[in-house]
């Protein structure tokens, strides 16, 4: 089993933390074989900012995701740039707040209001990467919910942790209620 | 413990872990992260780092620092290892040892600060004037940023050489989950036992692996760039400058065996894959887990001394040779002084700064 995961968005989303919190969840926590990369340099400065993880049970060679399996669009600018390298089975997520434009569009990307959500619960749009992998880990099951705190918890700053767990919870509680909805 | 590290990281780690305790550098992309591990954790492990003013003050206040008695590394990127080419050679006439770690971008000049490639391993043979025992080495994941960083450290201690890791911004750059063991082995230059007023610093008998003194301990050295006797002080008579010459080609002559390192994968299918580094990665993927596959590979963990007489003895008779590398033909130039004109060589190169895929690869064959 070889997944690809790729995380784009703007610089200062936490794109990159946010490829290393998957990777450190599957890698030290699940004992999967991790490869964490990100777009490097200019390119990474204000524009689009990219972070990519593969994770496998195999030894991981080509270290770059060439097909994702589950693609993520922090902003307009990450979808505008990876929307279509992808295969026909990439989950999609987005982010609502920057991708609102193209819902009718793309009906197939799974929109949710990470931004919004940490903006009205926690007061700050920072949590909206945390909040995006608590949903992405219940969406994909990619990585385990347990895991997945643990890897935050060793990741963020000790007086932040209580917000930090409260985000994860909060993106888990996006997908499943975009789940029910979607349940037919 | 296990650990998400970098390239960067690992090596930093290691070298730490080894026992370095002086690294002195100028910090550019893509090697900023080794500084920046030693610039906050050194001090805590009892060492001194120090910022230079650039890599010319580097490469000498290591040397300075080894020839003191500490574990001593530097690491940059291309353009600063061009400055500290003449250094290099000088740690290797004072027969000081020290780590150089280049962590390759794209090149020439300033070149691609943020992109990686493999262009420099034609310069850590002879970037430095004259004939120099070169000794470099080259890591294809983080476990091996981690592991022959050690090796290194290991190497230029017994052969009293400098000693240059290559890694590049690809290895540097990508996290993996390694063991951090609690402690690794490796050599530590011993006192020498004799009286302090007969000791030879360049006696034969201690060229490798073998005790030699260092300032403050109250023995007579004397260290110079200058080709030198065996008390250290220049010569220009012929039977001295020869002898000088021979005790360094024997440094990497005598322990052939010791330095060479290379992985070989099914090198009895019909056609090889010859890479290193990064370079390996995409070519992996074509000759490992599939049984069907016509290729074999064989990649150089030691890149210098080259291993001409394992590869002739491995090369013969197959009829394709493929060298898969981030350069415009560095290593395919080795390869086709030892094949026949009966194996065809397909160099496989990319220079614009992203790493070869397996498909490119595919396609090119």
Redesign the interface.
């Known amino acids: 089993m070889r997944k690809e995961i790729r995380i784009t968005g703007t610089g200062g989303q936490g794109i990159i933390l946010a490829g290393?919190i998957v990777?450190?969840a599957s890698?030290?926590f699940e004992g999967k074989?991790?490869?964490?990369?990100?777009a490097?340099?200019?390119e990474a400065r204000g524009g689009a900012s990219r972070s990519e993880v593969i994770i496998s049970d195999?030894?991981i060679?080509?270290?770059?995701a060439?097909n994702p399996d589950v693609l993520i669009m922090m902003s307009f600018e990450g979808y505008y740039k990876f929307h279509s390298h992808i295969h026909k089975n990439t989950v999609k997520i987005g982010d609502s707040f920057f991708l609102g434009l193209v819902q009718d569009l793309e009906k197939d990307i799974i929109l949710l209001p990470f931004t919004e959500t940490a903006r009205k619960v926690l007061g700050k749009a920072l949590f909206s990467n945390i909040i995006m992998l608590g949903a992405m880990s219940k969406i994909t099951n990619i990585i385990g919910i347990e895991a997945l705190k643990k890897a935050v918890s060793d990741r963020v700053p000790e007086r932040y942790i209580n917000e930090n767990m409260k985000a994860v919870d909060l993106g888990i509680e996006l997908a499943e209620k975009w789940k029910s909805e979607h349940s037919s | 413990m296990?650990?998400?590290f970098s390239g960067n990281e690992a090596c930093a780690e290691a070298a730490l872990l080894a026992g370095v305790r002086f690294f002195a550098g100028y910090p550019i992309?893509?090697s900023t992260e080794i500084a920046e591990y030693m610039a906050s954790n050194m001090p805590k492990r009892g060492g001194k780092f120090i910022q230079m003013e650039d890599e010319l003050a580097s490469i000498i206040s290591i040397i300075g620092a080894s020839a003191a008695g500490v574990k001593s590394m530097t690491a940059t990127s291309g353009p600063g290892f061009s400055l500290m080419q003449e250094g290099i050679g000088y740690a290797a006439m004072t027969e000081t040892p020290t780590l150089i770690v280049n962590v390759m971008r794209g090149g020439p000049s300033t070149g691609l600060?943020?992109?990686g490639t493999q262009q420099d391993v034609m310069q850590t043979k002879w970037g430095s004037h004259g004939d120099r025992p070169s000794i470099t080495l080259s890591a294809e994941n983080v476990k091996e940023a981690f592991s022959l960083t050690v090796r290194s450290i290991d190497i230029a201690e017994r052969l009293r050489l400098p000693v240059i890791l290559l890694l590049d911004?690809?290895i540097a750059?990508?996290?993996?989950?390694i063991d951090i063991p609690e402690r690794v082995t490796v050599y530590s230059r011993q006192k020498p036992d004799e009286d302090p007023q007969e000791y030879v610093h360049y006696d034969d008998k201690r060229n490798y692996n073998a005790p030699y003194a260092w300032f403050g301990l109250g023995y007579k050295i004397h260290l110079t760039g200058l080709t030198h006797r065996k008390d250290g002080f220049p010569t220009n008579k012929e039977e001295e400058i020869r002898w000088k010459m021979k005790r360094l080609r024997k440094k990497i002559d005598d322990n052939l065996s010791f330095l060479e390192d290379i992985e070989i994968i099914h090198p009895e299918r019909d056609n090889i894959i010859i890479t290193f580094g990064s370079g390996?990665?995409?070519?992996?993927?074509l000759v490992?887990?599939d049984e069907q596959s016509k290729f074999g590979l064989i990649r150089l963990r030691t890149i210098w001394p080259f291993p001409y007489n394992t590869l002739e003895t491995l090369l013969k008779g197959k009829k394709l040779v493929v060298v898969v590398e981030m350069n415009e033909g560095q290593i395919e130039g080795e390869v086709k002084k030892i094949t026949s004109d009966k194996t065809s060589i397909l160099g496989i190169h990319r220079v614009d700064g992203e790493?070869i895929?397996?498909?490119e690869i595919r396609e090119a064959l």
């Open positions: 290393i990777a450190e890698g030290l074989n991790v490869v964490q990369t990100q490097y340099g200019p195999e030894p060679y080509f270290p770059h060439t | 296990k650990k998400l992309t893509p600060p943020t992109k911004e690809f750059h990508m996290r993996e989950v390996s990665r995409p070519s992996k993927e490992e887990g790493l895929s397996p498909d």
